[in-house]
C-alpha cells in the first residue's frame, strides 16, 4: 500500500472513532463536545502523518520536525475549541432566555384570560343587584325604599373595592415595583389596620387582637403595605366564626420584619394550599366568600405587594385555622 494510501486510512479509521466519541459526549454536555472536536481532528491527521513517516524513509531530524509541528497544532486546536465551546454556551443562554420568556408571557396571558373571566362572573352579582333595586325603586314597588337605597349604596362601594382591586393588582402584576417608600414602623402599621378592621371584626362577633415585641422598622411604600395587611386581616376575619379569634403579630429576626395574621377558619386542605395566593381562586364553600365579599384579589394583592418589596407570603395550616405570614427585609 502506498504512502499517500496508508496515511488516509489512518487519519479516516481515527477520525471516525474520534467522531462517535464527540458524538457520545454531546449528547451530555455539548461545550466540551465543541472543546474535544478540532481535538480529533488533530489528531486524526497527526494519526495520518504517522503512519505515512513510519512508510516513508525519513531521516530522524525530519521525523522529529514533523511530530513538533503536529504537537505545536494542539494548543491551536484546544483554543479553536475553547471559543466553539463559548460561543455554544452564548446560544445556549440566548435560547433557554427566549424560551423563559415566551413561558413567562404565555403564564401572564393566561393569568389575565382567568382573571378577565373570573372579574366578568363576579362583577356581575353586585351590578345585578344594583340594576334590580334602581328599577325597583324607579317603578315605585320597592317595600321600604330607604332600605332599597342603602343596599345600593353598599353594593356600589363593594364594586367600587372590587374595581380597586382589580387595579391593584394590574399595577403589582405590571410593573411589580412600589412606587414610593418610606421608613415606617410595621407595628404602627398594622395598629392602624386593626383600628380600621375592628368595626367590622365586632359585627362579626370575631375577637381582634395585636402583639407586637418590637418596632419593626421597613422601608415600604405605606399605601401597599397597608393595603396587603389590610386584606390578609380581613381574610382572616371573613372566615373565622363568630366567637372566634383573629390574632396579629409583628416580628423581626435576622434581618427580615414579618407580620403573622392566625384565624380559627378550620384550616385549609393540604392540596389547596399552594393556590390561595392566585387571583381569584376561592377553593371549597367552607371559604367561598359570602355576601360582600370582594372578587377574590385580597391574597393575591398581599403577595404582589410583599414581592414587590423584595419579600415573601406564605400560610401555613395550624389547630383549628391556618396562619398567614407577611415577610420584607428589615429597614
Partial sequence: MSPVLTSAVVAALVGVAGSAVVLAVARRWMRAAAIAAPIVVVVSVAAGVAASVQTMALSDAASTTIVMILVG??????????????????????ITRREAELERDRQVELRRRELVSWMSHDLRTPLAGITAMSEALQDGVAPDPQDYLARLNREALRLDAMVGDLIALSRLQGSGAAAVRHDVSLRDLVSGVLEQAGPVAAKREVALAGEASVSAHVRVDPRE?????????????????????VRVTVDESEGTASVSVADACGGIPDAHLPHVFEPGWRGTDARTPGEGAGAGLGLAIAKGVAEAHGGTVAVANTDGGCVFTLRVPSA
Fill in 225 to 245: 403595605m397597608s393595603r396587603a395587611v389590610t386584606n390578609l386581616v380581613a381574610n382572616a376575619v371573613r372566615h373565622t366564626p363568630a366567637g372566634g379569634e
Fill in 73 to 94: 497544532t494542539v494548543p491551536v486546536a484546544v483554543v479553536v475549541g475553547l471559543l466553539l465551546a463559548r460561543q455554544l454556551g452564548v446560544r445556549d443562554r440566548e
